[in-house]
């Protein structure tokens, strides 16, 4: 067999053609989305007043196995995909492994993450349908810059609500965004019912993704031709995710190459289940064996350490509620952690894969994962995200086993972006003052209790 480069690219002719819906090949699907009052599932018309109804159809469909790509998002990719499966040959010599490591990068577009793969399929819908725009938050700010970049090209308005502190915190994110054409309001923000609310119940806050989710859908749901999209945690978002899975897998494929283990870090979930989707569904299917670590913060452990019930996604309570791994929607993680993966909830599918034994899941510490982060930023050259950096310090801990046990693993891992708007949080960590946090069991009871009771 031919020696394997540092980088394997596809030919634009080998890219994929539709998206791999995982859904199809569980034997138990993940339990629908239902009425936050009613407590009913949602069907299609019910939830075609928040999300464009393709998307809708997409959200709904448990059974088609492959989902074709339109061709103006297949041109889109190909402005910033395939992106490159790199072998890790000179993180594998610092660490003087024998597992051999790859990693599929998503850092390679202006957004700086995968999120565009999401963003473009969503904005394309919004227009097909008629639309006028669409409404979102953002967290950290990489799904709202990658929206406004597919907003823009399509040429769809777009309001993004950034989590306050974030807002304050990464004022380059809100001028990408801006520079895009999106609209950037701080959130809770006075502009909406539940934004004042908020203010009112919790003067002084800075903030939290699921108090912008609520925003950002009543904006949606109040406004004449405009829709809500969201970058995560949907399984629609998965199935869009799951162009680099796709990607990796036919990479590998044409190297002979076949993974043992397979990382990646969990906020919602979308960039991990898109990873391990074709891979998951042969394991499903009874194909082939894998093993899956889903890699989340300790200080917002919704795997590891959160309820497999039904709870609601945002904070003010408006959107579709999700049986899902969840903290709680009023969880926010301490205001010390700077790591990204902040959400309280998890996609359903990866929760029910979970849940049925599929997947593992570990909780990592930020200083750990900022060692893990800059050991890679200095041995590889690209300077990670945060949020990547979760999977980097497990794939690391899993590499370092080998040099234990002399086995000589195939480790694949999802780099899915850059840290360059996380200088804070590196300048903390190069400073010697960022410190840990784990929540209590006292903190998250206090949390589980405000999770509804749902008979369903
Ligand atoms: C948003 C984001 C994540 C986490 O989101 P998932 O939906 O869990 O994938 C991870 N890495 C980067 C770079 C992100 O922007």
Same mark, same amino acid.
């Given at each position: ?74 041109? &889109? ?230 309820? &497999?019930?039904?709870? &609601? ?107 360059? &708007? ?35």
């Amino acid at each position: 067999m031919s020696e394997i480069p540092y980088k394997i690219y596809l030919e634009e002719s080998e890219m994929p053609t539709a998206w791999y819906n995982v859904r199809a090949d569980m034997k138990n699907k993940p339990a629908p989305l239902i009425n936050p009052g009613t407590h009913q599932p949602m069907g299609f018309e019910e939830l075609r007043g928040v999300f464009c109804d393709e998307l809708v159809r997409q959200e709904l469909n448990n059974t088609d196995r492959y989902i074709e790509i339109p061709e103006e998002i297949r041109n &889109f990719y190909k402005m910033y995909r395939p992106s490159p499966l790199v072998r890790a040959y000179c993180l594998e010599k610092a660490l003087d492994t024998p597992a051999k490591i790859y990693y599929k990068f998503e850092g390679n577009n202006t957004s700086g993450s995968h999120k565009l793969n999401s963003a473009i399929a969503q904005a394309y819908y919004a227009k097909a349908q008629g639309l006028k725009g669409v409404t979102t938050e953002t967290g950290a700010g990489q799904w709202g810059t990658a929206l406004s970049m597919a907003c823009a090209y399509l040429g769809l308005d777009c309001k993004v609500y950034m989590v306050k502190v974030s807002y304050e915190q990464k004022p380059f994110r809100r001028e990408v965004m801006r520079t895009y054409g999106a609209s950037v309001t701080p959130s809770p923000s006075d502009t909406t019912n539940v934004g004042r609310q908020i203010l009112a119940d919790f003067p002084g806050t800075t903030g939290s993704l699921g108090c912008a989710i609520s925003e950002a859908v009543e904006a949606a749901t109040s406004t004449e031709g405009y829709r809500y999209v969201l970058g995560s945690v949907l399984s629609q978002v998965l199935l869009h995710q799951s162009i680099v899975g796709l990607e990796s897998k036919a990479a590998m494929d044409k190297y002979g190459i076949k993974p043992d283990l397979i990382i990646g870090c969990a906020g919602g979930g979308s960039n991990l289940g898109g990873l391990i989707s074709p891979f998951m569904g042969e394991m499903l299917r009874g194909e082939q064996e894998y093993e899956f670590i889903a890699v989340e913060p300790a200080s917002c452990p919704s795997l590891t350490r959160g309820k &497999f019930v039904y709870d &609601f996604c945002d904070t003010g309570n408006v959107c579709p509620m999700a049986k899902m791994y969840t903290l709680g929607s009023r969880f926010i993680p301490s205001p010390n952690h700077a790591g990204g993966l902040r959400y309280h909830g998890m996609s359903s599918i990866l929760s029910q894969l979970y849940h049925d034994g599929y997947l593992k899941a570990r909780s990592v510490e930020q200083t750990a994962v900022f060692d893990a982060a800059t050991k890679f930023a200095r041995v590889e050259g690209i300077l990670p995200a945060p949020e990547s950096s979760h999977a980097i310090r497990v794939a690391m801990d899993e590499a370092l086993k080998c040099k234990e046990t002399g086995e000589e693993k195939t480790i694949l891992f999802g780099l899915t972006g850059t840290g360059y &708007f996380d200088m804070v949080a590196y300048e903390q960590y190069n400073n010697g003052t960022m410190t840990d946090y784990i929540p209590t069991d006292e903190e998250l009871e206090k949390s589980f209790a405000q999770i509804p009771e749902v008979d369903a």
